[in-house]
């Protein structure tokens, strides 16, 4: 979910179930603070428009996790 500094306009960008994702899940917006990288099913890295489109998966290897942006 995102939402504005002050509270309004709560949003839910995606709903992930907790057993399609292992252990942590790790979430980082990108420099611009237009998309959301994280580790979801399968152990994979996706990004996601902060309004919720354009969900991408990203990586194709097993055990991804914390993703980070680099500027």
């Not at 979801?40 to 996601?48: F, M, V």
Request: charged share 20%.
């Amino acid at each position: 979910m995102i939402m504005n500094a002050d509270g309004t306009d709560e949003r839910t960008i995606l709903t992930i179930d907790e057993n399609l994702y292992f252990g942590k899940l790790f979430v980082a917006w990108s420099p611009d603070g237009t998309k959301l990288a994280f580790n979801g099913s399968g152990n994979h890295i996706y990004t996601i428009n902060a309004d919720g489109t354009e969900l991408t998966q990203i990586t194709n290897y097993c055990c991804d996790a914390a993703p980070s942006w680099v500027k």
